[in-house]
T-cell receptor, first 114, second 114 residues
Framework: NAGVTQTPKFRVLKTGQSMTLLCAQD?????MYWYRQDPGMGLRLIHY???????AKGEVPDGYNVSRLKKQNFLLGLESAAPSQTSVYFC?????????????FGPGTRLLVL | AQSVTQPDIHITVSEGASLELRCNYS??????LFWYVQSPGQGLQLLLK??????LVQGIKGFEAEFKRSQSSFNLRKPSVHWSDAAEYFC????????????FGKGTRLHILP
């Protein structure tokens, strides 16, 4: 049982390049989330998904797209990377979306956009 | 709108000393409250959570937190810190509505002096 895993761990992009971050969970969780963490800003929700085939916008969705084609995977895409997207990205999942559920976090992906 | 404030960006304590990390929230009703810990280079891990009942909540690693409705606070405490407690701590608030999302504070970084 690996929990929540994220691929890659670290990536350097040039402005304008695209990439996809992969989040996978093996706990059969319904809800999945993508956050970004910036110094002094805490965690901010980018997008989330309440189940396979569904996605919704969070607090800071601009410049990102997501897909949840399979229940266990949640992909975060950057179509045209910008330096402002330099951040650490965390994926999380919960059994369901009620606030009684603990969020399980992945180890993070560190992204540097030059 | 709900919000959570962690007034201290950094706190330094000596090993073996007691610890209190402050968290204040703003919400119209009693929210769900959480404390997460993030060790360097890691994702977030749940320390404890409060939903209802006893206002003193016990968590993992010897931490506890007390919910004080009159002060809108949920401060985290530990009677004697260990060097391994050096990390960043996040308070979070989640509302009753399952369609709303959890909101994280900006974090408090804890430094331990030997």
């Amino acid at each position: 049982n690996a929990g929540v895993t994220q691929t890659p761990k670290f990536r350097v992009l040039k402005t304008g390049q695209s990439m996809t971050l992969l989040c996978a969970q093996d706990m059969n969780h319904e809800y999945m989330y993508w956050y970004r963490q910036d110094p002094g800003m805490g965690l901010r929700l980018i997008h989330y998904s309440v189940g396979e085939g569904t996605t919704a916008k969070g607090e800071v969705p601009d410049g990102y797209n997501v897909s949840r084609l399979k229940k266990q995977n949640f992909l975060l895409g950057l179509e045209s990377a910008a330096p402002s997207q330099t951040s650490v990205y965390f994926c999380a999942s919960t059994i369901a979306g009620t606030m009684q559920e603990t969020q399980y976090f992945g180890p993070g992906t560190r992204l540097l956009v030059l | 709108a709900q919000s959570v404030t962690q007034p201290d960006i950094h706190i330094t304590v000596s090993e073996g000393a007691s610890l209190e990390l402050r968290c204040n929230y703003s919400y119209g009703a009693t929210p769900y409250l959480f404390w997460y810990v993030q060790s360097p280079g890691q994702g977030l891990q749940l320390l404890l959570k409060y939903f209802s009942g006893d206002t003193l909540v016990q968590g993992i690693k010897g931490f506890e937190a007390e919910f004080k409705r009159s002060q809108s606070s949920f401060n985290l405490r530990k009677p004697s810190v260990h060097w391994s407690d050096a990390a960043e701590y996040f308070c979070a608030v989640g509302p009753m509505n399952r369609d709303d999302k959890i909101i994280f504070g900006k974090g408090t970084r804890l430094h331990i002096l030997p």
